[in-house]
């Protein structure tokens, strides 16, 4: 059960709602973007056949799976971050539990967002500079690329959001803690099987 699949025990704070809504914008966007892997291997696809069955290759084919992985690789990070997909060293993480588990998790985040806010700072000026001077990709199909690149401060901005939202979640979580689920649920009862009359009736006849 994730985070998002419990009951939001403190829904009075209008925190919680945002981390709440800030989650849900980022697994929309991590659904969304999935589906370009997709056009990534059409595109490829299509170069290759274009290449080598009709000897007529395309300038735009890689250059546009290239833009387009850029976009795919970047929105899918503050949803990973949410499920806990990222690399991580938990040793320690990993084995604790009550008030260090919490603090480590919130240490966590705050690095997150730390990271967050300073690739934000430093990567908006590139991306205003290239759209002031239309800048291009200078190859054989020389696209407009701005637009890709504006998907870095989006794609970082969005993770420190999330950071923001694991933290806030964590702490309700931790003073509101949901029930612990039963024995049945956790591990309903098998019946055991019956035992079959003709297997039995063979083996006595053999005894």
């Known amino acids: 059960m994730t985070v998002t699949d419990r009951p939001f ?17 980022n697994r929309f966007l991590f659904q969304l973007t999935k589906w370009a892997v997709y056009v990534i291997a059409g595109l490829m696809l299509y170069e290759v056949i274009a290449r080598y069955s009709f000897e007529h290759p395309t300038s735009w084919a890689p250059e546009l799976a290239t833009l387009i992985f850029g976009p795919f690789f970047l929105l899918g990070g503050p949803y990973l971050l949410h499920l806990g997909g990222h690399v991580a060293v938990d040793i320690v993480s990993s084995r604790a539990t009550g ?50 690149k504006a998907f870095l401060p989006l794609a970082t901005a969005l993770i420190g959001l999330q950071a923001l939202a694991e933290i806030i ?39």
Not at 124 to 136: A, G, H, K
């Open 99 to 148: 008030w260090l588990k919490l603090v480590l998790d919130i240490v966590g985040m705050l690095l997150v967002l730390a990271f967050g806010i300073i690739l934000v700072r430093y990567s908006i000026d590139p991306v205003l500079q290239s759209y002031e001077y239309n800048e291009t990709s200078y190859s054989g199909w020389n696209p407009i690329i701005w637009p890709t």
């Open 9 to 25: 025990y403190v829904s009075r704070l209008p925190m919680l709602f945002a981390a709440k809504a800030i989650t849900a914008t």
């Open 169 to 207: 979640l964590a702490i309700g979580n931790f003073r509101n803690p949901p029930d612990k689920p039963t024995v049945t649920e956790e591990a309903p009862a098998i019946a055991e099987p019956e035992p079959e009359i003709g297997n039995t009736t063979i083996q006595a006849g053999t005894a």
